[in-house]
């Protein structure tokens, strides 16, 4: 029986876009088993009423809890806005957010300042980065601007050159106007578009301006969360990573491959593998660690 910190940890989001939170953990926490679900037949969750998303969330959480996961990192700006809290009362074991650490991670970035947060319009909407940053700071003002076409982008890979630089800078524009000097990422799409976010950033501030990956401050809160709870694993090899989700499209391979950084190929079989795994598939089969994926119904 696999004991409670050697089982893998949970994580979800409303699609892909969440893989960037699995890849910032598979950087800081190699050896920890990880179970994604995303939410793709239902995807986006930032255009939802907060009782919808409290439902799905819910529904998300209990599928990675039949699964056997020792916590929950909710991989979602606008669950962590709006349902953090019930998840936390719903459910028997540790679940961690996304806002949080971003929100810290700023606080220590902006040194006082103004700080600028894109996201979803449900994110933004629900206030939640004010809430955050007032927890920590009672000095330091937060200014929001929701940005549903860097959600498009970076879904097409559409993540350099002249048009997401220009749509950065529309983004951007109020909130350096209003003072901020600090700028987090969030949403979870939006690391795909640092290059282009940093550069306009820059320019229309007259130099650069810290530019907060609220999954890498995910990351780095999980690692020290499952070590001072003693949930850290016991193992030392690599750990495993197996993607479920809702549904199955045909760009699935490609989105998944440039939000998780590391090669995936479906193979229509309900099966993600690797190219060496690919190419030495069945009595040859690779060693080489494939990805699992999953289609489940919600």
């Not at 916590?71 to 806002?99: F, H, Q």
């Amino acid at each position: 029986m696999t004991s409670q910190r050697d089982a893998p940890l949970g994580v979800f989001d409303s699609g892909l876009g969440g893989l960037t939170v699995v890849r910032a953990l598979r950087r800081r926490c190699p050896a920890e088993d990880i179970v994604y679900l995303g939410d793709t037949a239902r995807v986006p969750y930032g255009t939802r009423s907060p009782e919808t998303v409290v439902r799905y969330a819910l529904g998300c959480a209990r599928v990675l809890i039949g699964r056997g996961v020792k916590a929950i990192v909710v991989a979602c700006n606008t669950v962590s806005a709006v349902a953090i809290d019930m998840l936390r009362v719903e459910l028997d074991l540790p679940v961690l957010g996304v806002i949080l650490p971003g929100a810290r991670a700023a606080v220590a970035a902006s040194r006082g300042a103004t700080i600028g947060v894109l996201g979803t319009a449900g994110t933004i909407a629900s206030g939640a980065y004010p809430r955050a940053v007032a927890s920590l700071s009672t000095r330091t003002e937060v200014a929001g601007q929701a940005a549903p076409l860097l959600v498009s982008l970076a879904e097409e890979g559409w993540v350099e050159g002249e048009v997401p630089r220009l749509v950065a800078r529309r983004y951007l524009e109020p909130l350096i106007g209003a003072g901020a000097r600090s700028v987090v990422l969030g949403c979870t799409h939006f690391p795909l578009l640092r290059a282009a976010i940093e550069a306009e950033a820059a320019a229309l501030a007259g130099g650069p301006l810290p530019i907060v990956d609220s999954a890498s401050a995910t990351a780095d809160d999980v690692a020290s969360f499952l070590a001072e709870r003693g949930l850290a694993t016991s193992r030392t090899a690599p750990g495993s990573l197996a993607l479920l989700v809702t549904d199955l499209p045909k760009s699935f391979a490609a989105v998944a491959t440039r939000f998780l950084g590391e090669p995936v190929v479906a193979d229509g079989a309900g099966r993600s593998l690797t190219p060496i795994e690919a190419e030495n598939d069945g009595a040859g089969r690779s060693s080489t660690q494939g990805v699992d994926v999953e289609q489940i119904d919600l």
